[in-house]
Nanobody, 119 residues
Framework: QVQLVESGGGLVQPGGSLRLSCQAGGRFLRIGTMGWYRQAPGKQRELVAR???????NYADSVKDRFTISRDNAENTVYLQMNSLKPEDTAVYYC?????????????WGQGTQVTVSS
């Protein structure tokens, strides 16, 4: 079982920046694709960005050129650098990771971290 611990959320003014971190811990053989999703009130959870172990990334159109996802494979950590934040980026951000136990491929979610963009 993998536990994902997120940090870095908070309140920021429009145009500001935040950096989210998520570290995977627990028992696993290897971590696969890691990603960030978000869920705003009254809306479905949506993909923000994800990154493979080889560093291949993809982003939601709404965050391209503003957000950057990266990872440290040695630390089993994924980051989301968010720049030029807009009020519509306000949501709970969830970390997600695929992992291999040695006998099964599974997925895990973090507890979520609140990001609020407001003046």
């Amino acid at each position: 079982q993998v536990q994902l611990v997120e940090s870095g959320g908070g309140l920021v003014q429009p145009g500001g920046s935040l950096r989210l971190s998520c570290q995977a811990g627990g028992r696993f053989l290897r971590i696969g694709t890691m990603g960030w999703y978000r869920q705003a009130p009254g809306k479905q959870r949506e993909l923000v960005a994800r990154i493979t172990p080889a560093g291949i990334t993809n982003y939601a159109d709404s965050v391209k050129d503003r957000f950057t996802i990266s990872r440290d494979n040695a630390e089993n950590t994924v980051y989301l650098q968010m720049n030029s934040l807009k009020p519509e980026d306000t949501a709970v951000y969830y970390c997600n990771a695929d992992y291999y136990t040695g006998s099964a491929y599974l997925g895990s979610w973090g507890q979520g971290t609140q990001v609020t963009v407001s003046s």
